[in-house]
């Protein structure tokens, strides 16, 4: 049985603490403070699942509405009901819930503080952002296959977030991935859950808070750090939870009026205080109460930079050791240095890359600074994990809302990239794809891949589509092709982190960089503090295979440091990856002797490059 308890009756903890918009739960007291913000409501009542209403009314702060309730069950639903101040009574949703219906207005209590206690023994607080290899999934359409697939009849659990811990992670982990980045987790209509109905309330089509509670904890056991994306800027275009909220319908109502538009959706409007605490209340949920180590924020440009700006500062000052990323088109580094931000997703390499080997880009451009920008990073990326790399595509150039035709009319988005080079069929195509994977790893910046890229899976991704969601079966039934560039990408994934001094050096730690001015191959050594690799990056056709090419390295800043003799340690055409074992220079792990005919301030080495390839030696004295 419900009952209003008055103001003056509530213990001092609660009137002291803090006033926070929504349902908030104290078990200890079995209370419960509705709180809702409307700047047109006449009357407005909390209703029950049997349709019991209880009246609100006005709290300390101007046109918040409050009721204290006593008798309440976690798990019970609830919705408010409104009378607007132009006579309409509406139903609606609580915008700060945490777990609600679907298809109804019923939203769910929850006691927000057990999370919060249990993510403590369990938070990651110093994970190593340079050291992160990042795997972005989709989460329904990453699992959904797998009990299918992988002919598993003893799965009962159907929560995507659970099957995630118990079967994803243990494949991701294997692979060498120590970061999942899931796409948009909270209550969204559509498929990819870029177009938010709610910005706190877990998507109920994926499981329940425990269940992602389960995913975050099984994620930190593994030394897996969890980042999520989240979409602040605009409200779902269709099935909108807080159109026309309090019953004031000018352009959109409260939650929109004078917000502009993205395109794919209203913004919100950003000049009300309440908009603003309702952004940071949206990441407070996740990196508070569910304990996920970092947020990736969508098309931040489409926020006010001066609102955006005041949000990171806070996020900042709560929780200075999550990982922040920034999703800005074009990329731009000063949503780093002046805006807050740890790292910005890097899209142009990917398309700098396709239309290079389209032919679009030359040998010239390669020459004066495409080269660079790839691997040395782009201007303005002073440490290695400011720069997302996903030169092999993300879910913006992998997915597919028009059944494998062309969207918006660009072709080189909407496929995997391995079917814009031929197909998994194809040979060249499935040895540009090792070497853009490898070239990620060696490069000035934090690797990542979207799902199924390391199957090499063909077309598109589409969550709706059975065929085009992540295919658990090439897996199970051992595909060759599949297990090459997985086995690649598992060993490229471990040398980085065994030589994370080198290879996940916060800074610039390049030496000895060359661009061949008539070939698109480049060398350059990456250095630690007592070893050094020689890398070395061929995107062209040409090859050379009878230790014939010459590669010069500098005796005073390199060779009489790190030393002057190599050993292959890796070779993205190696014959378990699908190449063949007599591209590498001498057997692996067989000393490499300089030329004798160097000069006094270099040595040289006569090295075989097969094409389309990265390969590394380590330096040795």
């Known amino acids: 049985m419900w009952n209003i308890v008055e103001k003056d009756q509530l213990p001092e903890s609660i009137v002291t603490g803090p006033r926070k918009l929504g349902s908030t739960y104290y078990y200890e007291n079995q209370i419960c403070a509705f709180r809702l913000w409307g700047e047109h409501i006449k009357k407005c009542w909390v209703s029950n699942d049997i349709g019991e209403l209880y009246e609100m009314g006005p709290d300390l702060e101007k046109n918040i509405y409050v009721v204290f309730i006593t008798g309440i069950k976690e798990g019970e639903s609830y919705h408010y009901i409104i009378e607007s101040t132009n006579g309409e009574q509406v139903h609606r949703r609580d915008p700060y819930a945490r777990f609600a219906d679907y298809n109804s207005d019923k939203c769910f209590i929850i006691n927000s503080t057990k999370y919060r206690e249990d993510i403590a023994k369990n938070r990651n607080y110093n994970f190593d952002k ?44 294997q692979l060498g991935f120590n970061c999942i980045e899931l796409m948009p987790i909270m209550e969204y209509c559509g498929e990819w859950g870029y177009n938010p109905r709610l910005l706190m309330c877990i998507h109920s089509m994926l499981g329940s808070i425990d269940d992602f509670c389960y995913l975050v904890e099984k994620c930190h056991k593994n030394n897996i750090t969890i980042i999520i994306d989240i979409v602040l800027h605009h409200g779902a275009s269709k099935m909108n939870s807080l159109w026309n909220y309090d019953g ?21 409007s950003f000049n009300k205080k309440e908009i603003r605490d309702m952004l940071y209340e949206a990441c407070n949920v996740l990196l508070g109460e569910y304990g996920v180590d970092g947020l990736r924020f969508d098309s931040v440009h489409n926020l006010p930079y001066n609102i955006l700006k005041e949000l990171i500062s806070k996020l900042r000052q709560e929780y200075p050791y999550a990982y922040l990323i920034a999703e800005v088109v074009p990329e731009n580094p000063q949503y780093v240095h002046n805006c807050g931000f740890d ?10 890359i396709l239309d290079l080997k389209r032919g679009f880009k030359t040998q010239q451009e390669w020459n004066k600074g495409l080269c660079k920008s790839i691997i040395q990073g782009h201007n303005g990326f002073n440490k290695s994990f400011q720069s997302i790399l996903t030169m092999l595509g993300n879910h913006d150039q992998i997915g597919n809302r028009v059944n494998g035709h062309i969207p918006h009319g660009d072709d080189r988005v909407g496929r995997y990239l391995i079917d814009q080079f031929g197909g998994r069929l194809n040979w060249d195509a499935r040895a540009y794809c090792r070497m853009l994977y490898s070239i990620q790893c060696i490069s000035f910046g934090t690797p990542m891949i979207f799902m199924g890229t390391e199957n090499n899976q063909c077309e598109w991704w589409a969550p709706k589509e059975k065929n085009h969601c992540f295919n658990w079966s090439v897996i199970k039934l051992q595909d060759q092709i599949s ?43 990456r250095y630690g503090d007592k070893r050094a690799c020689l890398c070395i990056v061929n995107m062209d056709s040409k090859e050379w295979l009878n230790k014939e090419y010459v590669i010069k390295i500098s005796k005073q800043n390199t060779a009489n440091f790190y030393g002057d003799k190599l050993m292959q340690i890796y070779n993205s055409q190696d014959s378990r990856f699908g190449g063949w074992d007599t591209s590498y220079t001498q057997p692996i792990n067989t000393v490499i002797y300089c030329n004798s005919s160097h000069s006094e301030s270099t040595i040289e080495f006569l090295l075989n490059i097969p094409k389309y390839s990265v390969t590394i030696y380590e330096l040795i004295k």
């Open 248 to 268: 004031y319908s000018h352009k959109g109502g409260i939650y929109f009026e004078n917000g502009g538009d993205t395109g794919w959706g209203a913004k919100f």
């Open 130 to 173: 340079s050291s992160l290899i990042i795997y972005e999934l989709h989460v329904e359409s990453f699992i959904a296959r797998y009990a299918e697939d992988m002919k598993d009849k003893e799965i009962t659990n159907k929560s995507y977030f659970h099957q995630i811990a118990d079967y994803g992670l243990p494949y991701i982990s």
């Open 343 to 352: 790292s910005c997703w890097i899209h142009s390499s990917y398309y700098d």
């Open 483 to 525: 297990k090459e560039m997985r086995d690649m990408i598992q060993s490229i994934n471990k040398i980085k982190i065994d030589m994370k001094d080198i290879f996940c050096s916060e800074t610039h730690n390049f030496l000895d960089f060359k661009v061949n001015p008539s070939f698109l191959v480049t060398s350059f050594v």
